[in-house]
């Protein structure tokens, strides 16, 4: 279609409205603008097309011939148009609320917490994806993302969920009973670092920690990291909203951590896109920290 042979949409939608009221007030208070911008319009279509459209008929207007034939056309198709965007919204509303968070996230915090939301909210359907890579929300077709970082992505909306830190954890079996409260309490010991992320390995190297002096190895993921450290594989680096179930319960013991101002795990969406469903689990995912 050559959109050039036809008058503008704003045009046609401003006749298809004044042949529907009788008059340019009405078709003007109808679209919000005001009575020339829509006998504009109309004036213009008329000059495109070489015929009239509309007369004055008493104190309304009256369709011409070719107004009439015109005017049915368009009321098919915004009539069309109308059902095509309230169908596409119906599906928005009713399919899962679509999320992507890393894989160690997902399972050490969300995860846990998500019977809670199920049995509060049963019709409410999620679908997580939990993947390494940065998705591009709009393009993938996500509605949310959960995010680790300083909530500074461009051209979108970011929301701090759960502020992190760097927190040393170890096993109570690894430090069979030794007092751990500094980098120096823990400098023998065998130490575990995620491959991809070295923000931990960073961190300790400049909070003290002699790595020549120390056994380091380093796995593929958090959630191979997590499961070592708790076995008492090694000492590591983690947020300790990852592990805050593990100290509280006494599986891990939290040797120091430090803070980072604003670095955190942030709730991420393109900038007023989120659907009725999706602005629930935001709320509800908040009320999870509050």
């Avoid at 596409?88 to 399919?95: E, K, M, P």
């Avoid at 010991?189 to 931990?200: C, I, K, M, S, T």
């Avoid at 509280?248 to 604003?262: F, H, P, W, Y």
Wanted: glycine share 8%; proline share 4%; aromatic share 6%.
């Amino acid at each position: 279609m050559d959109w050039r042979d036809i008058p503008s949409l704003a045009a046609l939608r401003a006749f298809e409205a004044a042949a529907r009221a009788g008059t340019f007030s009405e078709a003007a208070r109808e679209l919000n603008v005001t009575h020339a911008a829509v006998a504009q319009h109309v004036r213009a279509i008329e000059a495109q097309l070489g015929t009239s459209l509309l007369v004055r008929a008493g104190r309304g207007l009256a369709l011409t011939d070719a107004g009439h034939r015109l005017a049915a056309s368009l009321s098919d198709g915004f009539g069309m148009i109308t059902s095509g965007v309230r169908a596409i919204a119906a599906d928005v509303a009713d399919r899962p609320v679509a999320i992507t968070v890393t894989p160690s996230f997902a399972e050490n915090w969300l995860m846990p917490r998500l019977a809670g939301f199920w049995a509060t909210y049963p019709g409410l359907g999620l679908s997580i994806n939990p993947d390494m890579d940065v998705a591009d929300l709009r393009r993938d077709g996500f509605d949310m993302a959960i995010r680790y970082g300083m909530g500074d992505w461009p051209g979108l909306e970011a929301e701090l969920l759960i502020e992190a830190d760097y927190t040393v954890v170890a096993a109570p079996s690894l430090l069979q009973g030794r007092p751990a409260q500094t980098l120096a309490d823990v400098q023998n010991l065998p130490w575990l670092f995620e491959v991809v992320h070295r923000e931990a390995r960073r961190w300790v190297t400049a909070s003290g920690l002699d790595m020549a002096c120390c056994q380091a190895n380093e796995v593929a993921t958090l959630s191979m990291l997590l499961s070592a450290v708790r076995a008492g594989g090694g000492v590591s680096v983690v947020s300790s909203a990852l592990v805050a179930d593990d100290i509280a319960s006494g599986k891990l013991i939290a040797v120091m951590s430090e803070r980072r101002d604003g670095l955190g795990y942030y709730i991420v969406h393109p900038p007023g896109t989120l659907s009725a469903r999706a602005k629930t689990f935001k709320r509800w995912l908040l009320g999870q920290t509050a």
